[in-house]
Nanobody, 113 residues
């Protein structure tokens, strides 16, 4: 059974940083690209970043140079380091294996002064 458990969200002021974690189980983590997505109130869920099974990364334009996605295959964990946070980054953040249709419960990120 696939499980994805996100953590690390919270409330920060603009310009602050957070590091999200996603622990995965129930599938061969090292063989799958992993993605982070986010959903703001009243908006559709949108893709933010991807790390492939061999460590290549891609970013949505608005988060590029501020967010860093990474993975630790030994820990079945993917991370999203978020720096220079803006109010428009406020959302629930989800991780997902790119080729599988499973979602975790998400973790709330709120950026506000």
């Amino acid at each position: 059974q696939v499980q994805l458990v996100e953590s690390g969200g919270g409330s920060v002021e603009p310009g602050g940083s957070l590091r999200l974690s996603c622990v995965a189980s129930g599938f061969r983590f090292s063989k799958h690209g992993m993605g982070w997505y986010r959903q703001s109130p009243g908006r559709q869920r949108e893709w933010a970043a991807t790390v492939t099974s061999d460590g290549r990364t891609w970013y949505e334009a608005s988060v590029k140079r501020r967010f860093t996605i990474s993975r630790d295959n030994a820990q079945n964990t993917t991370y999203l380091q978020m720096n220079s946070l803006k109010p428009e980054d406020t959302a629930v953040y989800y991780c997902k294996p790119m080729a599988l249709d499973y979602w975790g419960q998400g973790t709330q990120v709120t950026v506000s002064s």
